[in-house]
């Protein structure tokens, strides 16, 4: 019989060493944290499948034989005393896989080169009479080890049950893992070096709830078998507060929820309330948008608004309004994780590969409650884009033959034929003018919206010699949508004597502008695109007519009346594609920006009292 010779895979010490370090520094700063929970609720599983009746617990903070130090402890299966040291130490090596394809690899490479002062086990297996304790560090000579204690001339030292954490005196089996970190004086119950740019949540859960919302992010579904509980250290006193899973937390903040079903991944979605409380005010979880990957019951990824300045992705989408109140969560299918278990892949191709997919199915059949919420709040968003104020600034800044300012304040002001409203700069539109009801006297500070007579706007007081002052006319129109036209015959008419515009809603340019907007900008739902087109159209509208009316050109008074009045004339206004779907998609493009523009606008007409001015 021939013996096989060929030349065997061997990692040298030295080589080892190398492996660790370049595997840490190559993973996040809270995979540590992961793995080494991971590994007390497979040590749960393991008993679970011995005994159907079990009951899992998983405590983490710090226990008092190692202060300072973060502990994590569970009531599982427990490590054999006799292979304890292997287990630990070597690649690869493992009890028994676990159905993730974890092979023992993981709290190896996350932990020995962040930990070079140690990583101490100590373990209790459910069917041996005592417990063991190992220490894991980097020794005297640069190497990874567990440390050799010349009393007992072993890797392990034995311990009575009682010198054993209470977690597992209390059920005489378990395991619990001490993470020394690289000094005795570090303290790693702190967020580790760089968690604040490399780990799930970055910066925004940091404070004495960092440890339980990293649990409640990064697993998505806990058994409910197993209570895993967090340490929580305050002022005076300690709690211990339970960890119930991401996928938990979304259904409890969650007014609507469902799953779309694509071949390669199912898509999770929620929209989140504050009915059963803030969600801003929740540091030990993650309740607002936000846009994650699943893969085996964890987090692989998660983008959210937060303190660490990600954007939710979600505004592109189709989701630009609702985006800070839906959660979408896809787990793919058939995906494997890289040996580092940081990302997914699929045929060797990345994940990143794949969200195009699914962001084209998610927003080809966007749910029925998401839509209407969407549009709910595009509408909104349109109406106070639409508010006439800072749009009739603008336009009388071109119509300043329609201001007027007496040089002394009496009675012999100019009466103009003003319409629209009238107001002083100093009103505040209660009352009215002289002779109307609520009336003030004569001159006397005006406070109204225009009366019976515009003689008195303006002047401060009319028996001082005190200067008057500047009077504004509000020249826009109202533009009122009409719904109750059956068809598009006309499309938009004006009642010169009141000073109104109707936009029937059936005009068939509404859904044409909307949908072309919608071809050049696929981050808003079409429903979207539409109110913004019905607001550019009454600012056409609007801007138009006022224009026309009030400014300077060669029309006489009965010109411009019959011009205005004529509906085919005013149609036309509106028959100008190529400037007016530029307006419209523009609108869907930087919308914060956008409503920080109009909020500083407003803010430029509130006068030195805190008033606003009104025109």
């Not at 469902?258 to 390669?264: E, W």
């Not at 050049?520 to 429903?527: G, W």
Request: with cysteine; hydrophobic share 30%.
């Amino acid at each position: 019989m021939s013996v096989n010779k060929d030349k065997k895979p061997k990692l040298s010490d030295k080589g080892n060493v190398k492996y660790f370090i370049d595997a840490a520094e190559s993973m996040p700063a809270d995979q540590i944290y992961r793995e080494i929970a991971k590994n007390a609720l497979e040590a749960c599983a393991r008993m679970k499948k011995m005994d159907p009746n079990f009951q899992g617990e998983i405590v983490a903070g710090e226990d008092p034989t190692f202060p300072g130090k973060f502990t994590i402890t569970d009531n599982g299966i427990g490590m054999c005393k006799h292979n304890i040291s292997d287990l630990i130490i070597n690649i690869s090596e493992t009890e028994e896989e676990s159905e993730q394809g974890n092979k023992g690899i993981g709290s190896k490479a996350a932990g020995f080169a962040n930990n070079k002062e140690g990583m101490i086990y100590s373990s209790k297996r459910y069917n041996e009479d005592e417990g063991s304790r190992c220490r894991v560090y980097f020794n005297d000579n640069d190497l990874f080890a567990v440390e050799h204690s010349d009393e007992y001339n072993s890797c392990r030292i034995p311990l009575e049950t009682s010198e054993l954490p209470l977690l597992i005196q209390k059920y005489k089996r378990g395991t619990s893992l001490t993470l020394c970190g690289n000094s005795k004086e570090e303290n790693t119950l702190q967020p580790p070096n760089n968690y604040e740019e490399s780990s799930l949540l970055k910066k925004s859960r940091l404070g004495i709830y960092w440890r339980k919302a990293h649990y409640n992010t990064k697993f998505f579904n806990l058994p409910d078998y197993v209570k895993f509980m967090v340490q929580i250290k305050r002022e005076g006193r300690i709690n211990y507060e339970r960890v119930h899973g991401h996928k938990y937390w979304l259904n409890h903040f969650s007014k609507y929820s469902g799953v779309l079903h694509h071949d390669s991944a199912k898509i999770y979605w929620w929209i989140l309330s504050d009915e059963k409380g803030k969600r801003n005010s929740a540091n030990d979880c993650v309740a607002n948008g936000q846009l994650g990957f699943i893969n085996n019951d964890e987090i692989i990824e998660l983008d959210f608004d937060s303190g660490g300045s990600r954007k939710n992705p979600l505004r592109h989408w189709g989701l630009p309004f609702s985006c800070g109140d839906i959660a979408v969560m896809i787990e793919p299918k058939g995906f494997k994780q890289d040996q580092h278990r940081t990302t997914l892949r699929k045929n060797n191709t990345s994940l990143r590969n794949f969200k195009s997919v699914w962001k084209e199915f998610f927003m080809e059949n966007l749910p029925t409650q998401i839509k209407e919420y969407e549009v709910s709040l595009a509408r909104k968003f349109s109406e106070k884009m639409a508010n006439d104020t800072v749009l009739a600034k603008e336009i009388n800044k071109w119509l300043k033959d329609m201001h007027f300012l007496q040089a002394m304040g009496d009675t012999n002001s100019q009466k103009l034929p003003l319409l629209g409203q009238i107001s002083t700069t100093k009103g505040h539109l209660m009352g009215d003018f002289n002779g109307g009801g609520n009336s003030v006297e004569p001159g006397k500070k005006p406070k109204s919206n225009i009366g019976k007579s515009p003689l008195y706007a303006g002047l401060k007081d009319k028996q001082s010699n005190n200067k008057s002052m500047q009077g504004k006319a509000n020249c826009m129109p109202e533009v009122i949508i009409r719904t109750d036209y059956k068809d598009d015959s006309t499309w938009v008419w004006y009642d010169y004597d009141n000073h109104k515009v109707y936009l029937n809603a059936k005009c068939r340019l509404i859904n044409y502008y909307a949908k072309e907007a919608y071809r050049q900008n696929r981050t808003h739902i079409l429903e979207s695109h539409r109110s913004n087109t019905i607001t550019v159209l009454r600012r056409v509208l609007s801007t138009h007519v006022a224009m026309t009316r009030f400014s300077l050109n060669n029309l006489s008074e009965e010109e411009k009346k019959e011009l205005l009045q004529n509906d085919k004339c005013l149609s036309i206004v509106l028959l100008n594609p190529f400037l007016i779907i530029k307006e419209i998609v523009q609108m869907s493009k930087n919308l914060k920006q956008q409503l920080a523009e109009f909020a500083k606008q407003e803010s430029l007409s509130v006068n030195g009292k805190g008033e606003r001015a009104h025109y």
